[in-house]
């Protein structure tokens, strides 16, 4: 089955800057579109931005102009650039590959932005 694995997360006081990373299976990396998805305590995971195999991106509105999302398909590993990080970010992030309906998760990585 497919991997993901995160890393990159950690505590940032507002303002501040993380990359989250997302490596998997080299066999299945570049035909996959990527995602980043964010669940806060006691709401609804929510997508955060995708990226296609080709590279065209989407995010949601309230991290648009912050975070910005790329893969590196020789790599095999997926990066969330995230600055200017507000309280309201903080959640765990989860690394999504997604083709024809089918989804592979990563078990996350908490984000937690406080002072």
């Known amino acids: 089955q497919v991997l993901l694995v995160e890393s990159g997360g950690g505590l940032v006081q507002p303002g501040g800057s993380l990359r989250l990373s997302c490596t998997t299976s080299?066999?299945?990396?570049?035909?996959?579109?990527m995602g980043w998805y964010r669940q806060a305590p006691g709401q609804q995971r929510e997508l955060v931005a995708t990226i296609t195999t080709y590279g065209r991106t989407n995010y949601a509105d309230s991290v648009k102009g912050r975070f910005t999302i790329s893969r590196d398909n020789v790599k095999n590993t997926m990066y969330l650039q995230m600055n200017s990080l507000k309280p309201e970010d903080t959640a765990t992030y989860y690394c999504?590959?997604?083709?024809?309906?089918?989804?592979?998760w990563g078990k996350g990585t908490l984000v937690s932005v406080s002072l």
């Open positions: 999504n590959a997604n083709r024809i309906s089918t989804d592979y």
């Open positions: 080299g066999n299945i990396f570049a035909v996959y579109t």
